[in-house]
């Protein structure tokens, strides 16, 4: 049976990181995964909008997941901070439906104004590395693999939304992941393990605290490079462009040349199930990814 997904892309990844977006595409085609785009969903709003209303977010949020709902779908999005933020709405709004049911009334008023379905808690909110460990599933991506990434030494950098934001974690440990480096041996990659890999990317604190965001940043860079990493793989759009895009400015803040490639989680899949690199957008990196594909012989 085909996996069918109603695909919630995020901003970043239509912005910034338009390499996650193609790269999205180009892997679930070549897994045969089905994506329904949801052309009219909103920004989650990034954690930000509760800052100032807790029912924006999740009004906001409870129209994203009703788009997905109206299709009978689960949503899928590729951005942990998206799967941090709406994932903790529909647990909040799920919860809701025992015990605070006026609020989510109040919600579901809202979007009624607004000529917009009603948020039903009948579907899941899942990120593409779920989909992958608990839908596809390790030993099917084992078999589509064409190009067995044998030599690649890959840590993993989880960043904090995609396993804190929710009380529950569908196929993890949110204090010790192994989801992504279970995914690296699928491929044939050699995980490394280092302190950070858990941690904060430092991009929350990157509009009023640059320097301090640059050297968390920085210091999670040096601590892969000394366990022996040829490159980063991150599942956060928001966390690449910590690693990936500021890091030539992180150098200067910390005074090092660093260098190291940080890779979207799809396409580092992407080239063990045999796409092109261009395909990816590998070449749409600040930090080249040409000492990986070198490696891989590519």
Avoid at 10 to 22: D, H, K, N, P, S
Avoid at 67 to 78: C, M, Q, V, Y
Avoid at 228 to 249: F, I, K, W, Y
Avoid at 266 to 282: F, T, W
């Amino acid at each position: 049976m085909t996996l069918k997904y109603a695909y919630f892309p995020g901003c970043v990844a239509q912005g910034a990181c338009r390499e996650l977006y193609m790269a999205t595409h180009a892997l679930t085609q070549a897994l045969g995964i089905e994506l329904v785009e949801l052309k009219k969903a909103a920004c989650c709003g990034s954690g930000t909008f509760k800052e100032n209303s807790l029912l924006l977010e999740d009004t906001v949020n409870a129209r994203n997941i009703a788009l997905a709902e109206s299709l009978n779908l689960p949503l899928l999005t590729h951005c942990s901070t998206c799967q941090g933020v709406i994932g903790q709405v529909d647990e909040r709004l799920k919860a809701a439906h025992q015990s605070n049911p006026a609020y989510l009334e109040k919600i579901n008023g809202l979007l009624q104004q607004e000529g917009c379905s009603p948020y039903k808690g009948s579907s899941e909110v899942k990120h593409l590395l779920w989909a992958l460990v608990g839908d596809f599933g390790l030993e099917s991506l084992q078999q589509k693999v064409t190009r067995k990434l044998e030599g690649l030494k890959c840590a993993s950098f989880y960043g904090c939304y995609l396993l804190r934001s929710q009380k529950h974690l569908p196929y993890d440990d949110p204090y010790n992941p192994q989801s992504m480096e279970n995914v690296f041996r699928a491929v044939g990659a050699t995980p490394v393990d280092y302190r950070g890999r858990t941690q904060c990317c430092g991009w929350p604190l990157s509009s009023y605290a640059t320097t301090q965001s640059f050297k968390m940043a920085g210091g999670h860079i040096q601590e892969a490079i000394a366990a022996g990493a040829d490159c980063m793989v991150t599942p956060c759009p928001l966390c690449h462009l910590n690693l990936d895009s500021r890091q030539p400015e992180v150098e200067q803040v910390i005074g090092e040349r660093l260098g190291l490639p940080v890779l979207h989680l799809p396409q580092l899949v992407g080239l063990a199930v045999g796409i092109a690199p261009q395909e990816l957008g590998l070449d749409r990196h600040i930090v080249s990814t040409r000492p990986v594909l070198d490696k891989l012989g590519l």
